[in-house]
T-cell receptor
């Protein structure tokens, strides 16, 4: 069964450093998303991406964040200058259509900022 | 008032029990309701997806929506230790494809 994959599974970085989180969505999916989950808290939407551009973003997704689809398979989230409060699980999701119940989530990348 | 409320638990039950997991919400525009299962340090996995009010059954799982009370439930029959996970409710309004999640309820099914 096709699945969303994410690398790395765990990333440790120092405050102020740039990180890139990588995702490979399901191959025939057209819509891509990033969510985050701070330990013990809700899953929160960050950004959605369609047709090579951002279609929606939340208040969390400020100028420190960017997304890119550098080739036909990868979808990346970059955090330019990490803060302690960026420590969280980051989930990539993808969907074939634009439905809330159609999104398939990856296993996540645990980001730890020290 | 928070948009989606869910008791974090943990809820501990013996194997074979019927489990009831619930969420309340405040936004009457929500029409699409989802339940996700999340194992420790894994991504959410969609279990059930319902539209508007009523029941939907899939194997041992039944999702129930009561829009008049702004209350949704997930029932698990004949619970198994492998059902031990965190269950997240999520919902969205028409025209929005971004779900609003609850905090999740931790379920432990002990043999």
């Amino acid at each position: 069964e096709p699945e969303v994959t994410q690398t790395p599974s765990h990333q440790v970085t120092q405050m102020g450093q740039e990180v890139i989180l990588r995702c490979v969505p399901i191959s025939n999916h057209l819509y891509f998303y990033w969510y985050r989950q701070i330990l013990g808290q809700k899953v929160e939407f960050l950004v959605s991406f369609y047709n090579n551009e951002i279609s929606e973003k939340s208040e969390i997704f400020d100028d420190q964040f960017s997304v890119e689809r550098p080739d036909g398979s990868n979808f990346t989230l970059k955090i330019r200058s990490t803060k302690l409060e960026d420590s969280a699980m980051y989930f990539c999701a993808s969907s074939e259509g634009q439905g809330a119940g159609e999104q398939y989530f990856g296993p996540g990348t645990r980001l730890t900022v020290t | 008032q928070k948009e989606v409320e869910q008791d974090p638990g943990p809820l501990s039950v013996p194997e074979g029990a019927i489990v009831s997991l619930n969420c309340t919400y405040s936004n009457s525009a929500f029409q699409y309701f989802m339940w996700y299962r999340q194992y420790s340090r894994k991504g959410p996995e969609l279990l059930m997806y319902t539209y508007s009010s009523g029941n939907k059954e899939d194997g041992r799982f039944t999702a129930q929506v009561d829009k008049s009370s702004k209350y949704i439930s997930l029932f698990i029959r004949d619970s198994q230790p492998s059902d031990s996970a965190t269950y997240l409710c999520a919902m969205s309004a028409p025209g929005s494809y971004i779900p609003t999640f609850g905090r999740g309820t931790s379920l432990i099914v002990h043999p």
